[in-house]
């Protein structure tokens, strides 16, 4: 027997945990165990695994950590090169040429896109192996139905516009290729050019085969490669409703995007690029290279080894592909990787003896042949073998003329001016609604303050280990953080205990803000630096809890369970004051280590818990016999667990169902941005400023931020790769979220009518008015909904280099895109309505619909407050638009900005930071003056 544990459950009864160990046979240093869990008088589970050490898991992970950083490396290249550049900037120029074709890449990608929907949806029998049963079933369906259409419309533009970009670059930069959208019209499809770029497609299949068998019978033989065959091994394949579909779908969309992205995209733009400086074979020879580098190396995220595998076996297709797009279009590369791909996706069906299994194979070898069945119908319409008109060719596609409309002499109207009546109602508005938020808001946060600084945690939680004869030099290295959100347990002891009890037993057996003080090392062994030291520090500089983590194959004695219990004892005696008679114990659980025994004990305290429901309980973890780890917790019952789960689904559903409408919003913005761009109906000189500030403010933040996101790296993996990674996923997100908020900023800008002058006194009077109305009425609903949880201040600010920076400057980026959205939403509006002049029933419905996804959006923790404060912001947003924004958008930024405002002033009053209350300040005064200079700017 290798481990014995027993539990008390808080019904009485008592469940045994047994663990068998087989001494021999073994795989290297694992086990052969069964697990045997007792619960009660009957048996539970019966389980057979293998206990895999500690050591190997770590190094897997190290040597894994190389390919993750190549398959880095890729994404990186094609997020800025392929996307941005191509895509984005690629797009833009040729727009202004009117040299783009959108509709047809519009429903191929919508299509493929579709098409990975419904492979989502045939793996429906296994998703359900995931189902949380504290959820309902109706909310399961909901929350994936919600997820795969989520990924249906994100994936459809994504595809949309690498088609785009591909079809339009190859059309211009390849005038000999026949035109990607006309190849399967029929008078095109039934020539024999495009018979043999079909042909020549599924031919070149057995030759990139052959290639990749030799590639791996020598590498694996005399290289030593590393490769898994699970490929040839997915028994999950058939779970699934039609097992033929998976293969069929996933290579469509591999063989179409990736010859469009990874191939057309930047040997195209090169071509063009050459093109411009006279070196446009130079150019394609470069473009060439960089494809194969960036293709091979989007592939090393698989299991293989070295790390380099894929990289290296992809190079020579990778040229292949590249060669075969050069000189005959996409067309015979689209068919060779589709079908190449369904063949590898397929084995499983062609090796299972499955009855019925020929159905599917059969299905798969039809379908497989899709692009040649085209062909062959075309023929069959046209009645012979056609030849390809000139027309067909990219060199002879012009640009349809542009339209230009007769002049129309029309009498334009001044520009409305906001009514007396209207003004004065909302300055009284502005009154009540101040009144209304100083009596509706609460300034009080529910928990502590957090009043030790990063310094001077670190400084605490190293005299802290010194005083237990712990001494961390280098290579050790400590990592901060700040832990300060509310969880399960803040929850239940609110709802079942109330605010007085929750006071009680936050600091004891709930944690309250704190610091996180981790010590870790990512030099040497792998295995060794498993071991580290945390230390937990609460915001007034108390130590609650000090946990030091053993490898596993640490050495150590083995206790019996009673030497083991009188340790446990005697520490809650010296940390906790407390007399071990008067708790209950409620488990025992011994854990094999392959050189040492650990236990952990958990003691219930009967006495100093107010609730009826639930436990206050303390645990003692001891490696051999040494104290590693104790700490208090609350126990919330299963029950009420599963019934919070269930409750928090569709609120959470909804939530991020409405982030993503806030984020398609957004890229729509963009998307009519470049278009406007592209027109010259944009305002660039507001793109770049606004650019400048948006990119400078993320960056800044996100700079100040890395002492959190260091505290969150695996010491299993090298220091330096996890770094390159964290930095270029940050700069990349800051790159990419402060061009579209300045595009949607410079397209509303464009987009705004000429409006009437405002004297500035009664822009920022009417301005403020509207925004302490709005954060007044607002205040009052979250002040009528009922609490499910405590209120916590905002503390992450602590966690960076300079808290007070952070304090400052993340309110200023807050309100620049929230305006942003705003402005972007009402000049929408405005346009489509001409102004509040047609279509106001629907605009009406949408407005109020925009509301409430902006409600969501925010947070949502029951459906009626969500539904409360979503038609009182589509109710107050639609009145405002109507009464006032369309007259003067310049009122935007400045309502905004008071209720940014309005936020910062409750911060500064909780001051749950040292740096809360002057942060507040410098960020009141610095968004003022973003929002006087965005006034400027509109008016």
């Not at 190094?59 to 950083?69: F, K, L, P, V, W």
């Not at 074979?281 to 070295?306: E, K, S």
Request: aromatic fraction near 12%; hydrophobic fraction near 50%.
């Amino acid at each position: 027997m290798a481990e014995q544990s027993q539990e008390t459950r808080p019904g009485g009864r008592v469940d045994h945990t047994l663990v068998y160990e087989r001494p021999d046979p073994k795989i290297g240093e694992g086990r052969y165990r069964l697990r045997l869990v007792v619960g009660g008088d009957r048996l539970t589970e019966l389980k057979h695994f293998i206990k895999i050490p500690e050591a190997f898991s770590r190094r897997y992970q190290e040597m894994r950590s190389a390919n993750d950083t190549i398959s880095f490396g890729s994404v990186a290249a094609m997020v800025l090169l392929y996307i941005i550049g191509g895509c984005g900037i690629g797009l833009f120029f040729l727009l202004r040429q009117r040299f783009v074709v959108w509709r047809q890449p519009l429903f191929w990608g919508l299509f493929i896109s579709f098409l990975q929907l419904l492979a989502g949806l045939n793996q429906w029998p296994l998703l359900w192996m995931n189902y949380d049963t504290a959820l309902s079933s109706q909310g399961f369906v909901l929350q994936q139905i919600m997820l795969m259409l989520g990924q249906f419309v994100g994936l459809g533009l994504l595809l949309a516009a690498s088609f785009m970009a591909a079809e339009s670059l190859s059309r211009r930069a390849f005038p000999h290729q026949l035109q990607l959208w006309r190849q399967w019209s029929t008078d095109v499809a039934s020539s024999k050019p495009v018979l043999g770029l079909t042909v020549g497609g599924y031919l070149l299949v057995g030759l990139f085969f052959a290639y990749d068998v030799a590639l791996y019978f020598f590498a694996t033989k005399w290289l030593g490669w590393w490769t898994p065959s699970d490929t040839l091994v997915q028994p999950d394949v058939l779970a699934t409703y039609f097992p033929w579909l998976t293969s069929i779908a996933i290579s469509a969309q591999a063989g179409f995007w990736e010859e469009c992205l990874f191939r057309a995209v930047p040997i195209a733009g090169a071509a063009l690029i050459g093109e411009k400086f006279g070196q446009r074979r130079a150019f394609i020879v470069g473009a060439m290279i960089l494809q194969a580098l960036v293709f091979g190396a989007g592939h090393a995220g698989y299991a293989t080894q070295p790390a380099y595998a894929r990289l290296v076996e992809l190079i020579i297709p990778s040229l292949g592909f590249g060669l075969i797009y050069i000189y005959f279009g996409l067309l015979p590369g689209v068919v060779l990787h589709f079908a190449f791909d369904v063949v590898w996706i397929a084995l499983p069906l062609f090796v299972s003896s499955t009855p019925g299994i020929w159905i599917d194979r059969i299905l798969v070898a039809l379908l497989a042949l899709i692009p040649f069945w085209i062909v062959l119908i075309a023929r069959w319409r046209a009645g012979r073998w056609t030849e390809v008109s000139e027309a067909a060719y990219n060199r002879t596609w012009v640009p349809s003329a542009k339209a230009e409309p007769e002049p129309i002499v029309t009498e334009v109207a001044a520009p409305s001016a906001i009514k007396a009546t209207t003004a004065r109602v909302l300055l009284v508005g502005g009154l009540l609604g101040l009144v209304i938020w100083g009596l509706a808001t609460n300034f009080e946060t529910d928990a502590p303050p957090l009043n030790t600084s990063r310094s001077e945690a670190e400084t605490l939680a190293r005299r802290t280990l010194t005083e237990r004869d712990i001494e961390l030099l280098a290579p050790w290295r400590a990592l901060s953080s700040v832990q300060a959100q509310p969880n399960e347990n803040d929850r239940f002891v609110w709802q079942n205990g109330g605010k007085e009890n929750y006071h009680k037993l936050l600091g004891q057996y709930m944690a309250p803000p704190h610091w996180k003080i981790r010590f870790a090392r990512f030099e040497g062994d792998v295995a060794e630096r498993a071991e580290e030291h945390q230390v937990f520090i609460a915001g007034d500089g108390s130590i609650f809890r000090v946990r030091h983590q053993l490898p596993e194959a640490r050495p150590g004695d083995s206790l019996s369970v009673e030497a083991a219990r009188e340790i446990a004892h005697a520490v809650l005696k010296e940390n906790y004051q407390l007399d071990p008679a008067s708790l209950k114990e409620i488990s025992a659980v011994a854990a094999k280590r392959p050189a040492r025994q650990d236990w952990t004990f958990e003691f219930s305290d009967t006495l100093n818990y107010p609730l009826e429901q639930g436990e206050a309980r303390i645990a003692v973890q001891i490696a051999g016999d040494r104290v590693v780890d104790a700490y208090r917790y609350l126990h919330v019952p299963e029950e009420w667990s599963r019934q919070e789960r269930n409750r928090r689904n569709l609120p959470r559903i909804i939530g991020i169902s409405c982030t993503i409408v806030v984020v398609l919003l957004v890229i729509a913005g963009a998307i009519g941005a470049i278009v406007s761009w592209s027109r010259k109906n944009f305002s660039a000189r507001t793109f770049w400023s606004f650019w400048a500030l948006i990119f400078g403010l993320n960056l800044i933040g996100f700079i100040n931020g890395w002492p959190g996101l260091m505290a969150q790296l695996d010491t299993a993996q090298p220091l330096e790769l996890q770094t390159l990674i964290v930095a270029g996923v940050g700069v990349i997100a800051v790159l990419l979220t402060s061009v579209a908020f300045a595009l949607v900023i410079g397209l509303a800008q464009s987009w705004k009518k000429p409006q009437a002058q405002i004297e500035t006194s009664k822009a920022l009077s009417w301005g403020a008015a509207l925004g302490i109305s709005i954060a007044g009425l607002l205040a009052l609903a979250g002040f009528l909904a009922p609490s499910v949880q405590p209120q916590w201040a905002r503390y992450d600010a602590a966690g960076n280099f300079l808290s007070l920076l952070d304090a400052s400057l993340d309110p200023v980026g807050r309100f620049v895109m929230q305006t942003a959205l705003l402005l972007l939403v009402i000049v929408a509006v405005d346009r489509f309505t001409n102004g509040w002049s047609r279509k106001k029933v629907l605009f009406s419905a949408l407005v109020i619909l925009l509301g409430m996804i902006m409600a969501g959006a925010r947070s949502v923790e029951t459906i009626p407050v969500w539904l409360l404060s979503g038609l009182l912001t589509g109710g107050l947003l639609l009145l405002a638009y109507i009464f006032v924004l369309r007259l003067n958008l310049a009122l935007i930024p400045l309502a905004v900005s008071v209720m940014i405002l309005l936020g910062e002033v409750k911060q500064g009053i909780a001051q749950p930071i040292p740096a809360a209350r002057s942060g507040a300040i410098i960020a009141i005064v610095l968004t003022a003056l973003f929002a006087l200079y965005w006034l400027k700017k509109l008016a």
